[in-house]
């Protein structure tokens, strides 16, 4: 069978060895693309039932080195409105931006809201929540305090979830970090999973990781 270009490049990369992380990152490093900086991506798969709701992972983490991406927050807001600016929040509004958002306009990648705005923003929900984007107590993305809220999504804070299959997916850096700086942002996430491990998830908790650039191959990773 003839091989894609793609595969032609990897083809001395050994996809079914089991790597330390950071010798999956260096691994990567040498195939990622000179065209644009990559994003390292990683994907943790958990012995869980994400049908049970106790099991139903999910959760904010900011990694220690940030993600190097640019995230575009928008907070709705109608009395901290200044606050959310001065912050650094890109789109700020209350009714004028639920009402826009409801017509369509989405470009932003993270949502803050102050509780009271909530019961408005039932219209959107449908909009924002097979997104990923409806704010959330539990993420701490409905609070009165919107400037620490927008500081820290700017910071580098990442979303994790549980899929259907127990995996998570979470990009972890820039393929312009530092190996030590990714793989301290894996093992940040790593742990922040251990340290919520479900008391009902029994046998084995990480069943396996893998990581690979955007446009990369995955590896496999020790899961230890």
């Known amino acids: 069978m003839k091989l894609t270009k793609k595969q032609q490049t990897w083809k001395n990369l050994d996809t079914e060895k089991v790597y330390t992380l950071s010798e999956a990152v260096e691994a990567l490093r040498e195939y990622a693309s000179k065209k644009?900086?990559?994003?390292?991506?990683?994907a943790i798969r958990l012995g869980i039932d994400v049908t049970k709701a106790d099991q139903n992972i999910r959760g904010m983490l900011s990694l220690p080195n940030g993600t190097g991406k640019s995230v575009r927050v928008a907070v709705f807001t109608e009395n901290a409105a200044d606050e959310a600016t001065k912050a650094g929040a890109d789109i700020v509004?209350?009714?004028?931006?639920?009402?826009?958002?409801?017509?369509?306009?989405?470009?932003f990648d993270r949502v803050i809201a102050t509780p009271d705005m909530m019961p408005k923003m039932s219209k959107i929900a449908r909009v924002l929540g097979p997104k990923g984007l409806m704010p959330n107590p539990k993420l701490g993305t409905v609070t009165n305090n919107v400037a620490d809220a927008v500081k820290t999504a700017k910071a580098g804070q990442i979303e994790y979830r549980a899929e259907k299959k127990g995996i998570i997916h979470a990009g972890i850096g820039k393929m312009s970090f530092t190996t030590d700086a990714l793989v301290e942002n894996a093992n940040a996430l790593i742990?922040?999973?251990?340290?919520?491990?479900?008391a009902s998830a029994k046998g084995q908790y990480i069943l396996?990781?893998?990581?690979?650039t955007t446009q990369g191959p995955g590896l496999k990773v020790e899961a230890k």
């Open 93 to 107: 509004g209350g009714q004028d931006l639920i009402d826009r958002v409801a017509a369509g306009e989405i470009n």
């Open 191 to 198: 742990d922040q999973l251990k340290k919520i491990k479900p």
């Open 36 to 42: 644009f900086d990559e994003t390292l991506e990683i």
């Open 208 to 212: 396996g990781i893998s990581v690979a």
